[in-house]
């Protein structure tokens, strides 16, 4: 059975992921102990695209992220990107949690639209990969943190000419392995 992948909206796969990261966070203990973070990354802000993460400690040592990017509109009239990203993610810290070195596990999910060079791509994307990072306090409630993940990235979508043509539509994968994240954000925690 095929899909038609033409308009921004949340794929099967992105849910199921979504849903696993609240049902984790929601079965790991009581939230009264527990330390937040709200935060946002300023290099994705850059690329005009509105984002959003929460991180809860989950021990002493661990927590768990989850962070979303939504790009609805068009920049450049000729080349254009729309997108929305979801990014759940466990981290190990080495010495207490938000604070200092710490190592990742992260998923990813989007759906994009891109318009570029005479073609248009419309389709999902989906994987997972590794992370490394570090945290500086900058006061008691605000932290500077530093990200860079590696990993793996399913692609499934339609490429075809930038034509008003459903039938010029190709269906193409991909496999992609290299940078899966970045990010320098800055958190305020309570």
Known sequence: MRRVYSNIGISGIACKMLFAAI?????????????????????????????IGAELGL?????????GSYKPWTVLDKSNIRLWLVQPEVRYWLCETFEGHFFGIH??????????????????????GVTYGHAWILSPRWNLEAVIGVGYARLWYKKRPDLPCAKCSVDKTRNYFGPTKISLSVSYLF
């Open 23 to 51: 049902l984790f966070c929601g079965i790991t203990g009581h939230s009264h102990a527990q330390k937040w973070a709200l935060k946002t990354n300023t290099l994705s802000w850059a690329v005009l695209a509105p984002n």
């Open 107 to 128: 998923m990813h999910g989007a759906q994009y639209y891109a318009r570029t060079g005479g073609k248009i791509y419309d389709g999902y994307l989906a994987g997972g």
């Open 59 to 67: 021990s002493g040592k661990v927590s768990m992220e989850l962070s």
